[in-house]
């Protein structure tokens, strides 16, 4: 079965950096587009950043030129660079991916920017 696993998380001070990591299992990882979103208290859950199968990137606007969103299909796994963090960037973060028209999530990390 589709497992999304994320790892990474923590408190760190604005200005700092994080690499999030996202370890993926039970499809043919290469072929997928995968994702990542937060989502911080009492609000929506937003998309942060997304690489197709082919590499492409998008990224929310909020993050843009901050975080790099890649990808090791050697090793099944996306990553988040986060850099010059900011404490409205604290949020629980989750990886996605959609198979077989179902979307899948892990089950989040906790990052919090603070001083």
């Known amino acids: 079965q589709v497992q999304l696993v994320e790892s990474g998380g923590g408190l760190v001070q604005p200005v700092g950096s994080l690499r999030l990591s996202c370890a993926a299992s039970?499809?043919?990882?290469?072929?997928?587009?995968m994702g990542w979103y937060r989502q911080a208290p009492g609000k929506q859950r937003d998309l942060v950043a997304r690489?197709?199968?082919?590499?492409?990137?998008n990224y929310a606007d909020s993050v843009e030129g901050r975080f790099t969103i890649s990808r090791d299909n050697a090793k099944n796994t996306v990553y988040l660079q986060m850099n010059s963090l900011k404490p409205e960037d604290t949020a629980v973060y989750f990886c996605n991916t959609v198979y077989d028209r179902k979307n899948y999530w892990g089950q989040g990390t906790q990052v919090t920017v603070s001083s």
């Open positions: 690489i197709t199968s082919g590499g492409s990137t």
């Open positions: 039970g499809f043919i990882f290469r072929i997928y587009n």
